[in-house]
T-cell receptor, first 116, second 110 residues
Framework: EAGVTQFPSHSVIEKGQTVTLRCDPI?????LYWYRRVMGKEIKFLLH????????ESGMPNNRFLAERTGGTYSTLKVQPAELEDSGVYFC??????????????FGPGTRLTVL | GENVEQHPSTLSVQEGDSAVIKCTYS??????FPWYKQELGKGPQLIID?????GEKKDQRIAVTLNKTAKHFSLHITETQPEDSAVYFC?????????FGAGTILRVKS
């Protein structure tokens, strides 16, 4: 079974530019999450999708960040315009539905974003 | 909101020794406590987890203990091997959201 995949693995952009990150969850997982790790600190929650609906976006830093999950499959996270403080590693995770498995999140390899 | 503190930030042990990483959480509503291992260039990998109705769980060389009263949980790795070297993250979860500790860099010296 394929794991969570993310594209690109690295992205270097200049301040003010736009970047779009993509995540493909494990097939059949209804729950998809975005997290971010900045400057070697803790991994922080950004938002959670259940299928195509945003369940919780309380961790999104500001309105420069837009996440979508059209059709309930893959998800994109767009940063527009990018700022220096957006640099970090963006992780995507997915988990199956069901009360018992709900919390077990499987992470992708991450996208390392560098804003110059 | 929930806050998770993780100690130590770095840990060096000799191959064969045990390693212990400790975490404290703040929200008593948290009911799920996973541990993730992140190797260089890879994403965090779930290695063991424990739910709030269990005090201890073991899987081969790794074990996790949970003290709900103290809001404290720990990861124990016995007979450490060089391939255990990685960054380890604890997390506390309630519902959909995981709150992570800052991570522990574990180095196993051979």
């Amino acid at each position: 079974e394929a794991g969570v995949t993310q594209f690109p693995s690295h992205s270097v952009i200049e301040k003010g530019q736009t970047v779009t990150l993509r995540c493909d969850p494990i097939s059949g997982h209804d729950n998809l999450y975005w997290y971010r790790r900045v400057m070697g600190k803790e991994i922080k929650f950004l938002l959670h999708f259940v299928k195509e609906s945003k369940q919780d976006e309380s961790g999104m830093p500001n309105n420069r960040f837009l996440a979508e999950r059209t059709g309930g499959t893959y998800s994109t996270l767009k940063v527009q315009p990018a700022e220096l403080e957006d640099s970090g590693v963006y992780f995507c995770a997915s988990s199956p539905s069901g009360a018992f498995f709900y919390n077990e999140q499987f992470f992708g390899p991450g996208t390392r974003l560098t804003v110059l | 909101g929930e806050n998770v503190e993780q100690h130590p930030s770095t840990l060096s042990v000799q191959e064969g020794d045990s390693a212990v990483i400790k975490c404290t959480y703040s929200d008593s509503a948290s009911n799920y406590f996973p541990w993730y291992k992140q190797e260089l260039g890879k994403g965090p990998q779930l290695i063991i987890d424990i739910r709030s109705n269990v005090g201890e769980k073991k899987d081969q060389r790794i074990a996790v203990t949970l003290n709900k009263t103290a809001k404290h949980f720990s990861l124990h790795i016995t007979e450490t091997q060089p391939e255990d070297s990685a960054v380890y993250f604890c997390a506390a979860g309630y519902g959909n959201k995981l709150v992570f500790g800052a991570g522990t860099i574990l180095r196993v010296k051979s």
